[in-house]
């Protein structure tokens, strides 16, 4: 088998892993777009970024007019479900179809792999971290250039002369079958995120300085609706609720410390008290906000819910190794500085709704918008003393286990997961524990009775 064959075959092979591996990610970008998905690295952003950093970004979707967000892993399904097509015509057809095959493959390829520059400089400079699975799909990218170029034989002047007149007919292949995969997969994109509720709820400031939820259903991501039907969705909630309260219980529940700069809202004295870890920059926290405001609203004083900072920033965070979220310590400090002035939730909802641009002038129009008075909110930025609440409530956190974020505890007890379903599961149960027999409606039968 001559070494032109042998390339042929790993380009396809190559091709097939590209297109998993794109089809994967792309998933992945949906998943945090709408904030669904039970698994826990889905719902968290975690001390090493990486992976999730980087699909979390809003660098991660493609913004084009009013259409939904097209994230940046979808042209590379569609590139390499192209190259599968016409490597395995390369391999398959006849010979006069095999060098115009892989010719088309190798000028398809320059494209893609200046995209891949752009995304890897994007991940460098604007991001500070690397999606290890996005560096793996550049590579294969590079793979398919080098292994057309072998495939064809010749050298590159060869393959320039092979589309000297153009290939129509392989062209054309490659063209449908790129348009009709990143079609159809956008199509059932956009589909999950209508079903999901949108992405994050938008809110905004009612005459009493509170965040309103736009939808009260938007924080039950219950599952992954594109593929599922809605019943099968509800099933699948309800056994990974299941699945939950079978260890649940047994968690052996910490001391946690409550100080009084810690945001808190509910009643103090309430059967349950849930904390959350967060980080203002954090789109995992951002969303978990929207679902334990209706929380709040919807356990009244059962439910005593207490806010700590867990900033992913080197400012505030000792533990972490690099700056993953460089203006979330400044924020954190900003929401303690709008807490002393009473209007610590107000701004605890604008910060989150404008995380993607947090900074000093950021925080400070902030301040103004929620009614604070701005030059004392200034001079409390610079107070050393409130750093050093925020520090005290990272120790805090770290001292339990806290690795990412949103990190929540009821009654204590660690969950092992952020999604809402298992928050909400968990309230639930240690209610029943404590003979509540009135709880809110359920009206999917999401939880047991």
Same mark, same amino acid.
């Given at each position: 088998?001559?070494?032109? +064959?042998?390339?042929?075959?790993?380009?396809?092979?190559?091709?097939?892993?590209?297109?998993?591996?794109?089809?994967?990610?792309?998933?992945?970008?949906?998943?945090?777009?709408?904030?669904?998905?039970? %698994?826990?690295?889905?719902?968290?952003?975690?001390?090493?970024?990486?992976?999730?950093?980087?699909?979390?970004?809003?660098?991660?979707?493609?913004?084009?007019?009013?259409?939904?967000?097209?994230?940046?892993?979808?042209?590379? $399904?569609?590139?390499?479900?192209?190259?599968?097509?016409? %490597?395995?015509?390369?391999?398959?057809?006849?010979?006069?179809?095999?060098?115009?095959?892989?010719?088309?493959?190798?000028?398809?390829?320059?494209?893609?792999?200046?995209?891949?520059?752009? @995304?890897?400089?994007?991940? *460098?400079?604007?991001?500070?971290?690397?999606?290890?699975?996005?560096?793996?799909?550049?590579? @294969?990218?590079?793979?398919?250039?080098?292994?057309?170029? @072998?495939?064809?034989?010749?050298?590159? =002047?060869?393959?320039?002369?092979?589309?000297?007149?153009?290939?129509?007919?392989?062209?054309?292949?490659?063209?449908?079958?790129?348009?009709?995969?990143?079609?159809?997969?956008?199509?059932?994109?956009?589909?999950?995120?209508?079903?999901?509720?949108?992405?994050?709820?938008? +809110?905004?400031?009612?005459?009493?300085?509170?965040?309103? +939820?736009?939808?009260?259903?938007?924080?039950?991501?219950?599952?992954?609706?594109? %593929?599922?039907?809605?019943?099968?969705?509800?099933?699948?909630?309800?056994?990974?609720?299941?699945?939950?309260?079978?260890?649940?219980?047994?968690?052996?529940?910490?001391?946690?410390?409550?100080?009084?700069?810690?945001?808190?809202?509910?009643?103090?004295?309430?059967?349950?008290?849930?904390?959350?870890?967060?980080?203002?920059?954090?789109?995992?926290?951002?969303?978990?906000?929207?679902?334990?405001?209706?929380?709040?609203?919807?356990?009244?004083?059962?439910?005593?819910?207490?806010?700590?900072?867990?900033?992913?920033?080197?400012?505030?965070?000792?533990?972490?190794?690099?700056?993953?979220?460089?203006?979330?310590?400044? *924020?954190?400090?900003?929401?303690?500085?709008?807490? =002393?002035?009473?209007? /610590?939730?107000?701004?605890?909802?604008?910060?989150?709704?404008?995380?993607?641009?947090?900074?000093?002038?950021?925080?400070?129009?902030?301040?103004?918008?929620?009614?604070?008075?701005?030059?004392? $909110?200034?001079?409390?930025?610079?107070?050393?003393?409130?750093?050093?609440?925020?520090?005290?409530?990272?120790?805090?956190? +770290?001292?339990?286990?806290?690795?990412?974020?949103?990190?929540?505890?009821?009654?204590?007890? %660690?969950?092992?997961?952020?999604?809402?379903?298992?928050?909400?599961?968990?309230?639930?149960?240690?209610?029943?524990?404590?003979?509540?027999?009135?709880?809110?409606?359920?009206?999917?039968?999401? /939880?047991?009775?």
């Amino acid at each position: 088998m001559t070494v032109q +064959r042998i390339s042929t075959w790993f380009l396809l092979i190559v091709a097939l892993v590209g297109l998993g591996l794109g089809l994967s990610l792309t998933h992945k970008q949906v998943e945090a777009r709408t904030g669904q998905g039970f %698994a826990a690295d889905s719902l968290l952003c975690g001390e090493e970024g990486g992976c999730e950093e980087v699909n979390t970004h809003a660098r991660a979707r493609i913004q084009l007019g009013s259409m939904e967000p097209i994230p940046v892993a979808l042209p590379a $399904f569609g590139f390499f479900g192209m190259v599968a097509i016409l %490597a395995l015509l390369a391999a398959l057809g006849a010979p006069n179809k095999q060098k115009p095959a892989l010719a088309v493959i190798g000028a398809c390829s320059v494209p893609a792999l200046a995209f891949c520059a752009y @995304l890897v400089f994007v991940q *460098a400079a604007v991001i500070g971290a690397f999606c290890t699975y996005c560096l793996i799909l550049d590579g @294969l990218t590079v793979a398919t250039a080098v292994l057309s170029a @072998l495939a064809h034989g010749g050298g590159v =002047r060869n393959m320039l002369a092979t589309l000297k007149p153009l290939p129509k007919g392989p062209l054309l292949l490659g063209i449908v079958v790129m348009m009709v995969l990143d079609g159809g997969l956008y199509g059932t994109y956009v589909h999950w995120v209508k079903d999901a509720g949108g992405a994050a709820p938008q +809110r905004q400031l009612s005459d009493s300085g509170e965040s309103e +939820r736009a939808d009260d259903h938007a924080g039950h991501a219950h599952a992954k609706k594109d %593929a599922l039907s809605e019943a099968e969705a509800l099933e699948e909630a309800r056994k990974a609720v299941d699945e939950f309260l079978k260890t649940y219980p047994d968690v052996e529940p910490v001391n946690i410390e409550f100080n009084r700069f810690d945001g808190f809202k509910g009643n103090p004295d309430a059967q349950v008290i849930v904390v959350e870890f967060a980080d203002f920059e954090c789109p995992h926290c951002r969303l978990a906000g929207y679902f334990m405001k209706d929380i709040a609203h919807r356990y009244g004083d059962r439910v005593g819910l207490f806010f700590k900072n867990y900033p992913l920033g080197k400012a505030c965070n000792e533990g972490i190794t690099r700056d993953i979220h460089p203006d979330a310590c400044e *924020a954190a400090v900003a929401t303690q500085c709008a807490g =002393r002035q009473g209007r /610590f939730w107000p701004f605890h909802d604008l910060a989150f709704d404008n995380q993607k641009a947090l900074g000093t002038k950021a925080v400070v129009r902030i301040a103004g918008e929620v009614g604070l008075e701005v030059e004392s $909110f200034r001079t409390c930025l610079e107070d050393e003393g409130v750093w050093d609440e925020v520090r005290t409530q990272v120790a805090q956190g +770290r001292g339990i286990g806290v690795r990412g974020t949103p990190s929540f505890f009821v009654n204590g007890r %660690a969950l092992p997961h952020a999604h809402p379903l298992f928050v909400e599961a968990a309230i639930r149960h240690e209610l029943s524990t404590q003979g509540v027999t009135e709880l809110p409606e359920d009206p999917d039968g999401l /939880f047991p009775e």
